[in-house]
């Protein structure tokens, strides 16, 4: 019951504002489909407006996702320790620095990803660019190439999933940093 009480207060606030500007955002969307005339200033006004009023309630309810998981973790690990922890230590300890190493793992995890989708975009220009250009040989080299490369990202992408999947427990429960 600890778990869904801090659950509940961590997020029944941020919900609210989410899933209204959510509603607001994605009902409007067959509107901006059917305009035929962009060029007008005017009408990318509320576009940006109802974009930017939907992304800060995604991030304040992200924000209050991360904090939710960590209090909970702390829970669960104090259990796993045979430790009762309490929902105002839980919290307490939520706020003690662990959210902000909680924030940083975060960060770490999305510029891996996306450093890997960067990197698999430049490999698909470089072939795109060799193969229209009707080089053959460097061609039927360069797909082979793209083949292990790709395997290789693959794996390696798996294996970073696997070690950041418990990053956050790790961050939450021993309070240590984003990188050990």
């Known amino acids: 019951w600890r778990n869904a009480a801090i659950a509940v207060s961590f997020l029944v606030v941020p919900i609210i504002p989410f899933a209204i500007s959510a509603n607001h955002f994605y009902s409007s969307m067959p509107d901006w489909s059917s305009r035929t005339s962009f060029q007008n200033p005017a009408v990318w ?3 940006f407006a109802g974009s930017f009023y ?3 309630a995604f991030l304040i309810f992200s ?7 960590i209090a909970i973790s702390i829970v669960i690990g104090g259990e796993v320790k045979s430790e009762h922890i309490s929902y105002s230590t839980a919290v307490k300890m939520t706020f003690d620095r ?9 960060i770490i995890k999305i510029l ?23 080089l053959h040989a460097a061609s039927v080299l360069l797909i082979l190439l793209t083949v292990l490369f790709i395997l290789l990202i693959v794996c390696l992408i798996f294996f ?7 990053a956050l427990t790790a961050v939450a429960v021993e ?6």
């Open 160 to 166: 970073i999933v696997i070690i950041l999947y418990f």
């Open 63 to 69: 924000a209050a996702v991360l904090l939710a998981e």
């Open 112 to 134: 891996i990803f996306a450093g890997a989708g960067i990197l698999a975009a430049l490999l698909g220009g470089t072939i795109a660019l060799a193969v229209g250009r009707g």
């Open 45 to 47: 006004g509320p576009l």
């Open 98 to 106: 662990r959210w902000l190493n909680g924030i940083a793992e975060g």
């Open 175 to 180: 309070g240590i940093g984003p990188i050990v």
């Open 54 to 56: 939907f992304g800060a």
